[in-house]
């Protein structure tokens, strides 16, 4: 558990030395739902630190919102490769509002259900692998879990996040099955650093089998 312990305190710690000035969450998802925060979430940072620390150069996000995450993931990658690339995805077009700030950048955006086949076709002709993989949408069990299962197996990441995984009951069975398989490769943030994610939302950290000796003997 330490050596994953200490690879999430190295990338919190990589986050704030990487631009994310100009990245905001936008329209909340809580209270009135219609404010707009515009300042930078803390799990942005770690997100960001994440992609740098694990070497990643290609990235796959499922839940892109306004794109704030998407872009802080891209900055991350940005450190490795001068050809970085990040899709992603979501089921409404609410990230129009920041896509200006895509202009420039290999971020591409899908718009549609992850899990149905059209949008999984989609994601490995544009991204036949990822490097990084970030899932923030459906907070339920059993479209988290397709989501993992479809995606681990065709895009073959070295780590993967997972927000909210302590959200509601359905989230924490997820996070439960992770836990069963995976061992110490996971981890829950919230529990050693609340100012990334505070623990009654989580934050998940999943190092692949694949992945762990090359990133977790490293740190």
């Known amino acids: 558990m330490q050596p994953l312990i200490n690879l999430v305190l190295s990338a919190w710690h990589k986050g704030a030395e990487i631009d994310l000035d100009g990245i905001g969450y936008g329209r909340i998802h809580w209270g009135n739902k219609r404010d707009i925060k515009r300042e930078c979430s803390s799990y942005y940072r770690l997100l960001s630190g994440l992609a740098a620390v694990t070497n990643s150069k290609s990235a796959f996000e499922v839940g892109t919102h306004w794109g704030g995450s998407a872009l802080s993931i891209y ?118 650093l609340p100012e990334a994610r505070d623990r009654k939302c989580g934050f998940g950290i999943l190092v692949l089998p694949r992945a762990a000796p090359d990133l977790l003997s490293s740190v």
């Open 75 to 192: 900055r991350g990658l940005q450190h490795n490769s001068d050809k970085a690339t990040v899709v992603t995805v979501d089921i409404t077009t609410e990230s129009d509002n920041f896509i200006p700030a895509f202009n420039g950048h290999s971020i591409t955006k899908l718009v549609g259900d992850a899990n149905s086949q059209e949008v999984v076709s989609a994601v490995t002709t544009l991204l036949p692998t990822a490097d990084f993989m970030f899932i923030d949408a459906a907070h339920a069990m059993m479209p988290t879990l397709s989501t993992f299962a479809i995606y681990e197996a065709r895009l073959r990441p070295r780590v993967i996040a997972f927000d909210d995984i302590q959200f509601n009951d359905e989230m924490r069975s997820f996070w439960q099955v992770i836990r069963k398989g995976f061992g110490t490769l996971s981890i829950d943030v919230s529990d050693f």
